[in-house]
């Protein structure tokens, strides 16, 4: 490439997702000379492929749940006609549309913002090349986030991952799932309720297994009493595409080779970082052995000017984490440099209905601890709130440091827990005594109004030995 194309700003960004965005805008509000290089759809996966549609899929699927289930309330049942996809898809495409053409507005009108449409990599620790473009900033901003991961044995067969079961227009007639965790447990639900037959199938012994055991068995319960098949222990060697339509699908379960049979299949395995796509090593960067970035608590690489923000850089995978790494940097860059990761307590919901949410440790964690913990849980079923609603099922949990009395971690697994995490969350974040919460009065009737009496019935919780 000549040097006549090279083109000079203060910044580059490379990925234009949760952090990438609004980091080129706070860059353009100091009249920095930004150039923002995304391969794809402006707005990253969070927006196109990721929260965004999902979460219009869940409300979907939960309208179709309540039609379906009325007549518990003492509502007969309406008429509920089999569900066209196209419809329901139309009404995601329309929430993502609003977002994404509202970002793409935005980054037209600030005419310190300049973007390239093409896969950003770098040349060298400050040259990027983006298409026909080479680009050259002091400063070079990795935001690239991470790709479905696909297990050896499946290349070539006609799966789906979640960017491509989002186009589909019609049902699957029998939709199987490898992987078992918070992908594949979200769009089990949803298909299951819009009118497929759903398998998941995981090679762990229980679902969601990063959460405690108790937690992964309520949800698979949870799951199979709305007509899911879960398989567990079942280690998914290899796809074949069957001749007449459909797949099939063989595993190994402990030992003894057994198949199944879908109309679709949709690879939730993990994820894969993108890092490999931005030629690191031509910067001179270091990247883990799971190929994710290495930064250190303030987002810098190795490489003296580069900084990785996002999943991209194996600290997070939220887009609250990724906002968060923006929130950091541009703190550290234009603020009083006081904030860092490591500030961040460790959040998250997972939005099957009813929802999990989770913030800080759980009880697997808080054992292993070294600390001195209390513990108290509570049934949904004993909440009025919940009992009113029809929706008795899971339970509340809450763990305290007995010698600080801080929360060190909660779990809601039952209606609203989505939400009702932001209460144990905040007293988290303000270090606050647990018992300034238990002495809190909340609101009648809501589920929250029981976090002061769960709190009342903290007691000691044996460690391992
Ligand atoms: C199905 C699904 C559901 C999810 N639901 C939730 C949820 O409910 N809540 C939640 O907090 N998180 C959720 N997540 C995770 C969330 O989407 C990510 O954590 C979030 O998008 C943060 O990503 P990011 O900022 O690191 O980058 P991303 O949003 O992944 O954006 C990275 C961008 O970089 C671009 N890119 C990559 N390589 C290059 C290159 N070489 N050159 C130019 N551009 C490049 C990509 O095209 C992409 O647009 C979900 C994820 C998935 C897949
Ligand atoms: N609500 C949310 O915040 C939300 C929702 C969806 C996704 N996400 C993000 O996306 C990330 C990725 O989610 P994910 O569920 O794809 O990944 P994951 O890494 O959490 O789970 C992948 C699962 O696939 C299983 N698996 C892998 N290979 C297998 C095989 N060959 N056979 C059988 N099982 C196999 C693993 O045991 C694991 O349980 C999450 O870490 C999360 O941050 C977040």
Redo the contacts with the bound molecule.
């Keep these: 490439m000549k040097d006549a194309k090279k083109q000079t700003f203060d910044a580059i960004i490379i990925g234009s997702g949760q952090a990438g965005n609004p980091l080129a805008f706070a860059l353009a509000e100091q009249n920095l000379n930004v150039a923002l290089v995304e391969k794809g759809k402006f707005g990253g996966t969070c927006v196109n492929t990721g929260c965004t549609p ?1 979460k219009a899929y869940v409300a979907s699927a939960r309208r179709a749940w309540e039609i379906k289930n009325a007549s518990d309330l003492g509502i007969p049942n309406p008429k509920l006609d089999k569900i066209d996809l196209q419809k329901v898809k139309e009404r995601k495409d329309k929430i993502v549309a609003v977002s994404h053409n509202g970002l793409v507005q935005g980054i037209r009108k600030e005419k310190w913002i300049n973007t390239f449409q093409a896969k950003g990599y770098f040349l060298d620790p400050t040259t990027i090349q983006a298409g026909s473009a080479i680009l050259t900033a002091p400063k070079i901003f990795i935001n690239v986030g991470t790709r479905p991961r696909i ?1 050896d044995g499946f290349e070539d067969v006609n799966y789906l991952t979640n960017e491509s079961l989002l186009e589909l227009e019609e049902l699957p007639d029998h939709l199987v799932i ?7 447990l ?1 769009f089990a639900q949803i298909f299951r309720r819009l009118g497929s037959k759903v398998t998941i ?4 012994d229980r679902l969601i ?1 990063k959460e405690d055991p108790d937690i992964s068995d309520r949800m698979r319960k949870i799951l199979e009493s709305e007509g899911i098949n879960v398989l567990c222990n ?3 060697l290899e796809g074949k595409n069957n001749p007449n339509g459909g797949l099939t699908v063989l595993m190994n379960c402990g030992g003894e080779k057994k198949q199944a049979l879908g109309s679709h299949l949709l690879l ?4 894969k970082s993108n890092i490999d796509l931005i030629n690191p090593l031509a910067a001179g960067l270091e990247v883990d052995e799971k190929g994710f970035m290495q930064v250190n608590d303030l987002l810098e690489t190795s490489v003296k000017g580069i900084y990785a923000l996002g999943d991209c850089n194996g600290k997070g ?2 887009t609250h984490t990724s906002y968060h790494d923006f929130e950091v940097l541009k703190n550290q860059l234009f603020g009083n440099k006081a904030r860092k990761v490591s500030d961040r307590i460790l959040n ?4 099957t209905d009813p929802p999990l949410g989770r913030a800080g440790m759980n009880i697997s964690q808080a054992k292993k601890s070294n600390k001195k913990i209390l513990y108290a849980e509570m049934e949904m079923s004993q909440i009025n709130r919940a009992r009113e609603k029809d929706e008795t099922k899971g339970k509340m949990e809450v763990i305290v440091d007995a010698s600080t009395e801080q929360i060190l971690g909660a779990t809601v697994l039952g209606i609203g827990g989505d939400e009702i995490i932001g209460v144990f969350l905040t007293a988290m974040y303000s270090k606050m005594s647990y018992k300034t919460l238990m002495n809190s009065v909340q609101t009648h009737p809501t589920v929250t109004e029981l976090i002061p009496t769960l709190l009342q019935q903290v007691k000691p919780l044996k460690s391992e030995s």
């Design positions: 999902t297990p490898i992987g078992g965790s918070y992908i594949g979200e199938i995981e090679m762990s297994s079942s280690h998914c939730a395995t993990g994820r995978v939220f998250y919901a997972l939005y």
